[in-house]
Nanobody, 131 residues
Framework: QVQLVESGGGSVQAGGSLRLSCAAS????????MGWFRQAPGKEREEVAT???????SYADSVKGRFTISQDNTQNTLYLQMNSLKAEDTAMYYC?????????????????????????WGQGTQVTVSS
Protein backbone atom coordinates (compact mmCIF):
# COMPACT_ATOMS: atom_id res chain seq x y z
CA GLN A 1 0.00 0.00 0.00
CA VAL A 2 1.40 3.37 -1.04
CA GLN A 3 1.51 6.10 1.57
CA LEU A 4 2.63 9.68 1.06
CA VAL A 5 3.03 11.87 4.14
CA GLU A 6 3.81 15.57 3.79
CA SER A 7 5.44 17.78 6.39
CA GLY A 8 7.15 21.14 6.63
CA GLY A 9 4.26 23.50 6.00
CA GLY A 10 3.65 26.53 8.16
CA SER A 11 3.31 30.29 8.25
CA VAL A 12 6.01 32.58 6.92
CA GLN A 13 6.33 36.19 5.87
CA ALA A 14 6.68 37.17 2.25
CA GLY A 15 10.25 36.72 1.08
CA GLY A 16 10.84 33.84 3.44
CA SER A 17 11.54 30.18 2.78
CA LEU A 18 10.08 26.80 3.63
CA ARG A 19 11.04 23.26 2.75
CA LEU A 20 8.33 20.68 2.32
CA SER A 21 9.03 16.97 2.69
CA CYS A 22 7.08 13.97 1.48
CA ALA A 23 7.89 10.58 2.97
CA ALA A 24 6.89 7.80 0.59
CA SER A 25 6.36 4.18 1.55
CA UNK A 26 5.26 1.24 -0.53
CA UNK A 27 5.98 3.10 -3.78
CA UNK A 28 8.21 0.65 -5.62
CA UNK A 29 8.55 1.25 -9.35
CA UNK A 30 11.52 1.01 -11.63
CA UNK A 31 10.54 4.29 -13.27
CA UNK A 32 8.14 6.81 -11.82
CA UNK A 33 7.11 10.40 -11.42
CA MET A 34 6.48 12.35 -8.25
CA GLY A 35 5.32 15.89 -7.81
CA TRP A 36 3.93 18.70 -5.74
CA PHE A 37 0.55 20.27 -6.29
CA ARG A 38 -1.24 23.09 -4.50
CA GLN A 39 -4.77 24.29 -4.11
CA ALA A 40 -5.85 27.63 -2.72
CA PRO A 41 -9.42 28.24 -1.48
CA GLY A 42 -11.76 28.81 -4.40
CA LYS A 43 -9.12 27.87 -6.97
CA GLU A 44 -8.36 24.78 -9.00
CA ARG A 45 -5.54 22.49 -8.08
CA GLU A 46 -2.28 23.52 -9.70
CA GLU A 47 0.71 21.36 -10.60
CA VAL A 48 3.70 23.07 -8.99
CA ALA A 49 6.67 20.84 -9.80
CA THR A 50 7.38 17.30 -10.90
CA UNK A 51 10.41 15.07 -11.07
CA UNK A 52 11.01 11.84 -12.97
CA UNK A 53 12.98 8.88 -11.68
CA UNK A 54 15.84 9.99 -13.92
CA UNK A 55 15.92 13.34 -12.16
CA UNK A 56 14.30 15.44 -14.88
CA UNK A 57 12.20 18.19 -13.31
CA SER A 58 9.52 20.57 -14.45
CA TYR A 59 8.02 23.67 -12.84
CA ALA A 60 4.98 25.86 -13.15
CA ASP A 61 5.85 29.28 -14.56
CA SER A 62 4.65 30.89 -11.35
CA VAL A 63 7.36 29.19 -9.27
CA LYS A 64 10.30 28.92 -11.68
CA GLY A 65 13.47 30.29 -10.17
CA ARG A 66 12.00 30.24 -6.66
CA PHE A 67 11.09 26.60 -5.98
CA THR A 68 13.28 23.51 -6.33
CA ILE A 69 12.04 19.92 -6.33
CA SER A 70 14.43 17.16 -5.32
CA GLN A 71 14.41 13.60 -4.10
CA ASP A 72 16.46 11.44 -1.77
CA ASN A 73 16.04 7.92 -3.06
CA THR A 74 17.87 6.41 -0.11
CA GLN A 75 15.34 7.96 2.24
CA ASN A 76 12.35 7.63 -0.11
CA THR A 77 11.67 11.30 0.41
CA LEU A 78 10.59 14.04 -1.94
CA TYR A 79 11.34 17.69 -1.17
CA LEU A 80 10.18 21.09 -2.30
CA GLN A 81 12.43 23.98 -1.37
CA MET A 82 10.45 27.19 -1.58
CA ASN A 83 12.30 30.50 -1.54
CA SER A 84 11.18 34.11 -2.03
CA LEU A 85 7.68 33.14 -1.01
CA LYS A 86 4.80 35.37 -2.01
CA ALA A 87 1.31 35.78 -0.60
CA GLU A 88 -0.05 34.09 -3.73
CA ASP A 89 1.87 30.93 -2.79
CA THR A 90 -0.56 30.44 0.09
CA ALA A 91 -2.29 27.10 -0.42
CA MET A 92 -2.57 23.52 0.71
CA TYR A 93 0.36 21.65 -0.80
CA TYR A 94 0.02 18.02 -1.80
CA CYS A 95 2.57 15.39 -2.64
CA UNK A 96 1.60 13.02 -5.46
CA UNK A 97 3.02 10.01 -7.23
CA UNK A 98 2.25 8.56 -10.62
CA UNK A 99 0.10 5.47 -10.74
CA UNK A 100 0.81 2.01 -12.09
CA UNK A 101 1.28 1.88 -15.86
CA UNK A 102 2.48 -1.63 -16.67
CA UNK A 103 4.60 -4.52 -15.53
CA UNK A 104 7.25 -6.17 -17.67
CA UNK A 105 9.57 -8.99 -16.71
CA UNK A 106 8.44 -8.72 -13.15
CA UNK A 107 9.35 -5.01 -13.00
CA UNK A 108 6.68 -2.39 -12.32
CA UNK A 109 6.61 0.93 -14.16
CA UNK A 110 4.58 3.98 -13.26
CA UNK A 111 3.38 6.65 -15.65
CA UNK A 112 5.96 9.27 -16.62
CA UNK A 113 5.50 12.90 -15.63
CA UNK A 114 4.46 13.74 -19.19
CA UNK A 115 1.27 11.72 -18.65
CA UNK A 116 0.18 13.84 -15.68
CA UNK A 117 -1.41 10.67 -14.29
CA UNK A 118 -1.07 10.73 -10.53
CA UNK A 119 -2.74 7.87 -8.73
CA UNK A 120 -1.41 8.43 -5.23
CA TRP A 121 -1.87 11.49 -3.04
CA GLY A 122 -0.88 12.68 0.40
CA GLN A 123 -3.14 14.48 2.84
CA GLY A 124 -1.54 17.86 2.30
CA THR A 125 0.33 20.44 4.34
CA GLN A 126 -0.75 24.07 4.65
CA VAL A 127 1.52 26.91 3.59
CA THR A 128 0.51 30.43 4.54
CA VAL A 129 2.51 33.44 3.38
CA SER A 130 1.69 36.81 4.88
CA SER A 131 2.51 40.02 3.08
Amino acid sequence: QVQLVESGGGSVQAGGSLRLSCAASGYTYSSYCMGWFRQAPGKEREEVATIDSDGSSSYADSVKGRFTISQDNTQNTLYLQMNSLKAEDTAMYYCAAAGFAFEYGGVRYAYPCSSHDFGYWGQGTQVTVSS
